[in-house]
């Protein structure tokens, strides 16, 4: 099964690895931007915005690092 994640940032600070790398972990193919374009954000399973130190995880709103655990329950849910 293919999982695929657009991660969007919003702010120029990178995300955090740690942030990074469960992204990786949870997905097949991770792409990164700044501003996507609507078939692009249409056509993941999963879209996490960063603006640190928030993110959003399909649509939850999270505050990073204190949320990290609730990152990886949502990006192992089903899309």
Do not use: F, G, K
């Amino acid at each position: 099964m293919v999982i695929r994640t657009l991660l969007i940032r919003h702010t120029d600070a990178q995300p955090p690895q740690e942030l990074y790398e469960i992204l990786r972990e949870a997905s097949t193919i991770l792409c990164m931007t700044e501003s996507p374009t609507q078939t692009l954000a249409t056509s993941v399973d999963h879209v996490v915005v960063w603006n640190d130190p928030q993110l959003e995880v399909d649509q939850w709103t999270l505050c990073w690092p204190s949320d990290a655990d609730l990152v990886r329950i949502l990006l192992r849910s089903s899309p």
